[in-house]
């Protein structure tokens, strides 16, 4: 237990770092060495201490002993490093319009009553005759029963394990798990959203992996793979700058892709989409983007004469299956990224518009208005630390409701809008989908006990 200081605030845990973190409002909970005050990150905050902590050149985000710093740059992991074959600087990036991209962005704070009525007016006026209500499809899939049921998994456990497993389940009911194609994590973590897939497709043939996620990430599950029939293969770069149709594996044995993730951070969705559709043809300009394969048609493939390699190469086909992608974060969207642009420019939006929807968002997931300090307190005390990485993996909003309308729109009514607001961005790429020969869908997986961003977004070929 938490040791109480005055004022209310948990002291440090026992054996962990007495450095308070203001932003989180309690105590930092690493690990300590044996007769430290302080960890090595926080080392600075010790006064006794000779040896000096400074940022480190390549990754501000983290510290290095002063006297260390050489030793530190030969291996620190934001060293550079050189360049994969399928990284091709911004190509899911978008186009830059200079005009659009000119627009000052104006916080929500800043605006008047009257401006966040108008743009409110606006987005229902841009939502009429649109579904803004998903299908609810919280399923579930036997492969995940053993460890739902394992009382070892704690509560933080279970509600992603319960994710996982409705994932999969709405994946089976596409007929999207199954053998002979490519699973692609985008923002894939520690990849175990894959390793469920895996554990579903056991006595599945020709089943590949390829995840993708920009940062080095401890505790991977991947590596539980190794001596199994499926191909785990780790792709450590930004979707932004990822050529799929570069990869090896993709280029030699021509499989199927279905795209998968887990909360898919903001503007992530959007490039993954990207990375996905826009790149199909190597010419571009002959034929619609990329090849569509329904998973049906796969054995009258199967028993199609052999495409030499060399042809694969000069098509560059890249054949999408299906997407089952949770989405969240859409506070932090970006117009260039976006791949919704041309359904607001059909409504009569536009990147200013879309700021401000996006910052506008966060507030379907901020209602902890609601929520007393003593709870959130008490929250804050009994997240472990392996939670905290995973929630920093997504970023809360800045954004803050302004006075002006927090004292005339409840906390349900804010809330309610800021649904609205994401609806609108994923009708956008539902209508991006939809144009390039999908069926596209946004369904409810989980309930909002579990994760207030609950949506998942399904796309199969028509």
């Given at each position: 237990m938490a040791e109480t200081v005055s004022g209310g605030v948990a002291g440090p845990l026992p054996g962990r770092c007495a450095f308070y973190v203001v932003k989180k409002k309690r105590y930092c909970k690493m690990v300590v060495g044996r007769g430290k005050t302080f960890c090595g990150e926080h080392a600075n905050a010790d006064k006794e201490s000779e040896r000096k902590r400074i940022p480190c050149p390549l990754d501000p985000k983290h510290t290095v002993f002063e006297d260390s710093l050489a030793k530190h740059l030969k291996k620190c992991n934001s060293k550079e490093k050189p360049k994969p074959v399928y990284y091709v600087k911004d190509i899911n990036a978008g186009s830059i319009n200079e005009e659009e991209d000119a627009v000052d962005e104006v916080s929500i704070t800043d605006r008047t009553r009257e401006e966040l009525d108008d743009l409110i007016g606006r987005m229902k006026t841009a939502l009429q005759g649109l579904s803004i209500k998903p299908v609810s499809g919280i399923l579930s899939h036997p492969a995940l029963n053993e460890a739902l049921n394992d009382p070892k998994n704690g509560n933080f456990?279970?509600?992603?394990?319960?994710?996982?497993?409705?994932?999969?389940?709405?994946?089976?009911?596409?007929?999207?798990?199954?053998?002979?194609?490519?699973?692609?994590?985008?923002?894939?973590?520690?990849?175990?959203?894959?390793?469920?897939?895996?554990?579903?497709?056991?006595?599945?043939?020709?089943?590949?992996?390829?995840?993708?996620?920009?940062?080095?990430?401890?505790?991977?599950?991947?590596?539980?793979?190794?001596?199994?029939?499926?191909?785990?293969?780790?792709?450590?770069?930004?979707?932004?700058?990822?050529?799929?149709?570069?990869?090896?594996?993709?280029?030699?044995?021509?499989?199927?892709?279905?795209?998968?993730?887990?909360?898919?951070?903001?503007?992530?969705?959007?490039?993954?989409?990207?990375?996905?559709?826009?790149?199909?043809?190597?010419?571009?300009?002959?034929?619609?983007?990329?090849?569509?394969?329904?998973?049906?048609?796969?054995?009258?493939?199967?028993?199609?004469?052999?495409?030499p390699a060399e042809d694969k190469e000069i098509r560059g086909e890249l054949a999408v299956s299906g997407v089952a992608i949770a989405l969240c974060c859409h506070h932090r969207c970006d117009w260039r990224h976006y791949v919704g642009k041309e359904f607001f420019r059909e409504r009569g939006l536009g990147p200013r518009e879309f700021a401000a929807f996006q910052r506008m968002s966060s507030w379907a997931t901020c209602g902890m208005s609601r929520v007393s300090h003593a709870q959130k307190k008490s929250l804050q005390e009994n997240v472990s630390i392996t939670e905290e990485e995973e929630q920093a993996e997504h970023e809360e909003s800045d954004e803050t409701v302004p006075d002006n309308l927090n004292s005339a729109v409840s906390a349900e009514e804010r809330e309610h809008i800021g649904r609205l607001c994401k609806m609108l961005i994923d009708h956008g790429r539902l209508h991006y989908l939809q144009q390039r020969g999908f069926k596209s869908n946004l369904r409810y997986y989980t309930g909002r006990d579990v994760s207030l961003e609950n949506v998942l977004l399904t796309a199969v070929p028509v």
């Open positions: 456990a279970f509600k992603h394990l319960k994710q996982q497993a409705s994932i999969l389940g709405n994946m089976e009911a596409l007929e999207l798990l199954g053998p002979h194609r490519c699973y692609v994590e985008f923002g894939a973590g520690k990849g175990k959203l894959s390793h469920w897939i895996h554990v579903a497709l056991q006595k599945a043939e020709d089943v590949h992996f390829l995840l993708v996620e920009r940062s080095s990430t401890r505790f991977k599950v991947d590596g539980k793979h190794k001596n199994t029939d499926s191909a785990f293969d780790r792709l450590q770069v930004d979707i932004q700058h990822l050529d799929l149709r570069k990869v090896p594996i993709l280029r030699e044995k021509g499989l199927p892709v279905i795209a998968v993730g887990k909360h898919l951070c903001g503007a992530a969705t959007d490039l993954a989409l990207r990375c996905l559709f826009e790149h199909g043809l190597k010419d571009e300009n002959s034929q619609p983007p990329t090849k569509r394969i329904k998973l049906s048609e796969r054995a009258e493939e199967e028993a199609a004469p052999d495409i």
